[in-house]
DNA sequence: CTCCGGCGAG
DNA sequence: CTCGCTGGAG
């Protein structure tokens, strides 16, 4: 007896596939390569725990003058807060990113790139060993900065692929990584990364979830548990 | 485990 | 008013 309430699809590699099919036709994720690793870097520190809205506003009032690994190095606490306020956080953030290009310049010959020019997983470890910055930022900067198949997990992705039954309530970010990895097809974990978070903006809401409007609700296992 | 935090939606 | 936001450190 299946149940009918949504397309039962009993091959959950199948069901992903279905999944991203129906996300790209809803959304255009196309990720702009970002050249500069460094301040994709930035931008990521930027973003934890905070709206993208947020993040956009403290990352264009940043960089409108500070570039470089050098120029954070030699910043001043206290103006490098008021850039990046709206992005919440932002005492402990604005350390961060002093001591981010002071490593970068210390350790690295001035350019990120020398880190994540290594294997992925020595960058990683190495990213990893960066103040302010943990599994999540790591992945990030893998993906976006040097396209590496990758798949960071933030709190979008935890909700949605817990919502979608591919991993379960009190899953961590590293097991929902764990479960929903094996899931992906090779070389679409970014592009999964970005369809989830969209869904988790537009319809998979924390809050208020949509449901009823959702592109994939029928392959959902909530389809009918929630309005 | 708690703390950091401006910001908008409901 | 509360809640959550592309989390990470102590």
Redesign the pocket.
Known sequence: MGDKSFKVISDEKSRVREIIKELEAEFQVNSPPRDHPFLTLVRTVL?????????E?AYDNLTSEYTSPKDFAEADIEELENLI?????????AR?LRKLGRIIIDEHEGYLKEVLKKSQNKARKELLE?????????D?VLLFACGRDVL?V???IS?TTKRLGFADLDDD?EEVKEKLEPLVPKGERGKI??LL?EL??EYCK???PVCGECPINNLCPQKGKRY
């Open positions: 973003s934890q725990n905070t709206n993208s809205r947020n993040t506003r306020r709206p992005a919440g956080l932002y005492r402990s953030k961060t960066m103040p302010g910055v943990g599994p999540k930022s790591a990030c960071p933030d709190t979008h909700r970010p990364h970005l978070i988790g903006r924390a809050l208020a």
